[in-house]
Nanobody, 126 residues
Framework: EVQLVESGGGLVQAGGSLRLSCKTAGFTSDDYAIGWFRQAPGKEREGLSCIFRRDGSTHYADSVKGRFTISKDNAKNTVHLEMNSLKPEDTAVYYC???????????????????WGQGTQVTVSS
C-alpha cells in the first residue's frame, strides 16, 4: 500500500522560506513520480512541481520556477520542496501525490495522480 506523509508546513513571514517533506512508502519499483500541489480556499488545485524517482528528472510550473526547488533523498524515501521568497498568495494547503509512471513526470493541468497525502498548511503573513 502506497503511503505519503507530508510535513514541514507552518506560518512564515513574506520573504521567508519553508521546506516541505513528503515521506513515501509502499512502492515496489523506482518508476514513480512524486508531485507537489496546493489548494487555497476558493481556488482550484494547482500543480507546482514533480520529480521522477528513477532518474531525478523534474518539472516545475511557471508560477514557482526560480522560487521553489524539488529534491529527493532516496535513502530516506523522502521528497522535499524548498520554498523561498514566499508571498502571501502562497498560502494554501500543500499536498504531495504519487503516480506510477515509467517515463518521467508532469504537473500540467488535468494530469491525475493516484495517491495523495493528507496535506500540510502553509500560511504566509504579510
Amino acid at each position: 500500500e502506497v503511503q505519503l506523509v507530508e510535513s514541514g508546513g507552518g506560518l512564515v513571514q513574506a520573504g521567508g522560506s519553508l521546506r516541505l517533506s513528503c515521506k513515501t512508502a509502499g512502492f515496489t519499483s523506482d518508476d514513480y513520480a512524486i508531485g507537489w500541489f496546493r489548494q487555497a480556499p476558493g481556488k482550484e488545485r494547482e500543480g507546482l512541481s514533480c520529480i521522477f524517482r528513477r532518474d531525478g528528472s523534474t518539472h516545475y510550473a511557471d508560477s514557482v520556477k526560480g522560487r521553489f526547488t524539488i529534491s529527493k533523498d532516496n535513502a530516506k524515501n523522502t521528497v522535499h520542496l524548498e520554498m523561498n521568497s514566499l508571498k502571501p498568495e502562497d498560502t494554501a494547503v500543500y499536498y504531495c501525490a504519487a503516480e506510477t509512471w515509467d517515463w518521467g513526470c508532469t504537473v500540467a493541468a488535468g494530469v491525475e495522480y493516484a495517491y495523495w497525502g493528507q496535506g500540510t498548511q502553509v500560511t504566509v503573513s504579510s
